[in-house]
């Protein structure tokens, strides 16, 4: 009988939870179910997910940043079409592939600095793997230097460079020599580098965990000082490049910072085939491929297939001919002025982190009395709670899908597809006033749900303490 993959969803859907808790993984499963995130997906194009009652959904959390064109591009999806109908073979293996080589010219017009070369991967992680290796070969030293709350990918290496502990615990001892410093902290990131031991400093332009846009200032400094101690600057892009920030890449925002490696991916392929990219100097490039027998000393099976190459360069287009980059910035100025303008009239909400379509929402200690009660009975209960009576409401009541911006930080980031439509914007505005209007009340119904989240939050935390003590 010939493969029915519609049969196969049709058949599953709805009992896609139990069957992914017995064979996959079920603790994420008992997350999905306690936040509302079970829902039964049948549809997704541009910015929307319908489910299968036929409700629509806005999807602003575009899988953690994959959806920067939206879903089923039409662009993207043709030229996989044509490389799917096409007989050129991909994957010969011992071959240069011809997609690739145009990619790799297209993606080296678009970064700052004489970046020539691309290394071409299958994920973000692995991008910045390749980082971490290219700047040991070019420098001869074994450590790096990367900030706190920092997130680079979770293989070894990358999570060696992760700044938050809960995602290392458990895996430790990561690479050896690696020192994270505090975003803005210049003496000790000098006294680190005056060792003379650091291949390279990693850093996000704008940090996903907690939407922290790092300044110009800053960011020059730490160049001169990279510069003086011949440390390498790794600038990860993976979530705010490709346009995400309005910007090719979040970097160009500042004059005269060229880092030396450049990572990408996400967005790169325009969500549909896993892709991800080290871009550098030949220089660099020939420190690592440095004799004939290491011509392919650093490489990967799956580099370099067609259909992300033509993905790649589809996004590419995308980007280009339906102009967004001014879309970004315009789009993310009216999210901009809409929540500004909201922070005067709630306790909770304090602000806005915003460039291009790399958005997060800040919220805080309220002022008056019952309400700081409130913000203090859920920070007690759990810090990574007050968030969730953000998101949980966004999905139930508005079915917007966000996420809560890092650990224990009360930050909702939202990352919508650079495409949309103002009506869009209008529609989480919307959303958000309402959950605001309604998380004002306390006590109230808004709260209630989020006690009951709470309880789930103290069992995880009674058993993590528990597991520290056997
Ligand atoms: C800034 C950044 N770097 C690296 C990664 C890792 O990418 P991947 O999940 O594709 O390994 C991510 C993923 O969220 C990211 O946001």
Same mark, same amino acid.
């Given at each position: 009988?010939?493969?029915?993959? /519609?049969?196969?969803?049709?058949?599953?859907?709805?009992?896609?939870? @139990?069957?992914?808790? +017995?064979?996959?993984?079920?603790?994420?499963?008992?997350?999905?179910?306690?936040?509302?995130?079970?829902?039964?997906?049948?549809?997704?194009?541009?910015?929307?997910?319908?489910?299968?009652?036929?409700?629509?959904?806005?999807?602003?959390?575009?899988?953690?940043?994959?959806?920067?064109?939206?879903?089923?591009?039409?662009? #993207?999806?043709?030229?996989?079409?044509?490389?799917?109908?096409?007989?050129?073979?991909?994957?010969?293996?011992?071959?240069?592939?011809?997609? !690739?080589?145009?990619?790799?010219?297209?993606?080296?017009?678009?970064?700052?600095?004489?970046?020539?070369?691309?290394?071409?991967?299958?994920?973000?992680?692995?991008? #910045?793997?390749?980082?971490? +290796? &290219?700047?040991? !070969?070019?420098?001869?030293?074994?450590?790096?230097?990367?900030?706190?709350?920092?997130?680079?990918?979770?293989?070894?290496?990358?999570?060696?460079?992760?700044?938050? !502990?809960?995602?290392?615990?458990?895996?430790?001892?990561?690479?050896? %020599?690696?020192?994270? $410093?505090?975003?803005?902290?210049?003496?000790?990131?000098?006294?680190?580098?005056?060792?003379?031991?650091?291949?390279?400093?990693?850093?996000?332009?704008?940090?996903?965990? *907690?939407?922290?846009?790092?300044?110009?200032?800053?960011?020059?400094?730490?160049?001169?000082?990279?510069? +003086?101690?011949?440390?390498?600057?790794?600038?990860?892009? #993976?979530?705010?490049?490709?346009?995400?920030? *309005?910007?090719?890449?979040?970097?160009?925002?500042?004059?005269?910072?060229?880092? @030396?490696?450049?990572?990408?991916?996400?967005?790169?392929? *325009?969500?549909?085939?896993?892709?991800?990219?080290? $871009?550098?100097?030949?220089?660099?490039?020939?420190?690592?491929?440095?004799?004939?027998?290491?011509?392919?000393?650093? !490489?990967?099976?799956?580099?370099?297939?067609?259909?992300?190459?033509?993905?790649?360069?589809?996004?590419?287009?995308?980007?280009?001919?339906?102009?967004?980059?001014?879309?970004?910035?315009?789009?993310?100025?009216?999210?901009?002025?809409?929540?500004?303008?909201?922070?005067?009239? &709630?306790?909770?909400?304090?602000?806005?982190?915003?460039?291009?379509?790399? $958005?997060?929402?800040?919220?805080?200690?309220?002022?008056?009395?019952?309400?700081?009660?409130?913000?203090?009975?859920?920070?007690?209960?759990?810090? /990574?709670?007050?968030?969730?009576?953000?998101?949980?409401?966004?999905?139930?009541?508005?079915?917007?899908?966000?996420?809560?911006? %890092?650990?224990?930080?009360?930050?909702?980031?939202?990352?919508?597809?650079?495409?949309?439509?103002?009506?869009?914007?209008?529609?989480?505005?919307?959303?958000?006033?309402?959950?605001?209007?309604?998380?004002?009340?306390?006590?109230?119904?808004?709260?209630?749900?989020?006690?009951?989240?709470?309880?789930?939050?103290?069992?995880?935390?009674?058993?993590?303490?528990?597991?520290? #003590?056997?």
């Amino acid at each position: 009988m010939p493969l029915d993959i /519609n049969a196969i969803l049709a058949e599953t859907s709805g009992k896609n939870f @139990d069957l992914f808790e +017995k064979h996959v993984n079920p603790v994420f499963v008992k997350v999905l179910r306690i936040i509302g995130f079970n829902r039964s997906w049948v549809r997704g194009e541009g910015a929307y997910l319908w489910d299968k009652n036929g409700t629509r959904y806005l999807d602003f959390l575009a899988n953690w940043g994959v959806f920067t064109f939206g879903r089923r591009h039409p662009t #993207i999806r043709g030229a996989l079409q044509q490389v799917l109908d096409s007989d050129f073979p991909g994957w010969v293996g011992f071959d240069a592939p011809p997609l !690739a080589a145009v990619l790799a010219r297209e993606l080296t017009k678009r970064v700052p600095g004489n970046l020539d070369t691309v290394y071409f991967c299958n994920s973000g992680t692995e991008a #910045i793997e390749a980082a971490i +290796k &290219f700047s040991r !070969a070019a420098t001869g030293r074994p450590c790096t230097v990367h900030l706190t709350k920092s997130f680079h990918g979770l293989t070894t290496g990358a999570l060696s460079l992760n700044g938050e !502990a809960s995602f290392r615990r458990g895996f430790e001892p990561l690479l050896p %020599g690696n020192s994270a $410093i505090a975003p803005g902290d210049l003496e000790g990131l000098e006294a680190r580098l005056a060792r003379r031991d650091v291949a390279a400093f990693v850093f996000e332009p704008i940090q996903g965990k *907690g939407v922290n846009i790092l300044s110009d200032e800053y960011l020059l400094s730490v160049q001169n000082l990279c510069r +003086k101690y011949k440390t390498l600057m790794i600038c990860d892009e #993976i979530q705010s490049g490709m346009g995400r920030s *309005g910007r090719f890449l979040a970097c160009q925002w500042i004059d005269g910072l060229q880092p @030396d490696i450049i990572c990408l991916s996400k967005a790169l392929s *325009g969500g549909y085939v896993p892709l991800g990219a080290t $871009i550098t100097r030949r220089a660099i490039y020939d420190c690592v491929y440095d004799s004939m027998d290491r011509a392919i000393v650093h !490489a990967c099976t799956f580099g370099m297939g067609n259909l992300a190459m033509a993905a790649g360069l589809a996004a590419l287009t995308v980007l280009d001919d339906e102009n967004l980059l001014t879309r970004a910035n315009e789009t993310g100025a009216r999210f901009r002025q809409g929540i500004e303008a909201m922070v005067p009239r &709630f306790e909770f909400l304090k602000g806005v982190r915003q460039r291009g379509l790399m $958005i997060g929402i800040e919220f805080g200690k309220p002022d008056s009395m019952s309400l700081k009660a409130a913000w203090a009975m859920v920070n007690k209960i759990d810090e /990574n709670l007050f968030a969730q009576a953000i998101v949980i409401p966004l999905l139930d009541d508005h079915h917007i899908l966000t996420q809560v911006a %890092g650990h224990a930080v009360p930050i909702v980031k939202i990352l919508p597809p650079l495409n949309i439509q103002d009506t869009d914007v209008d529609w989480f505005l919307g959303a958000l006033e309402d959950v605001m209007v309604k998380l004002h009340k306390f006590p109230g119904p808004a709260w209630e749900v989020l006690m009951k989240i709470g309880g789930h939050a103290l069992t995880a935390k009674q058993r993590e303490n528990r597991s520290a #003590i056997t």
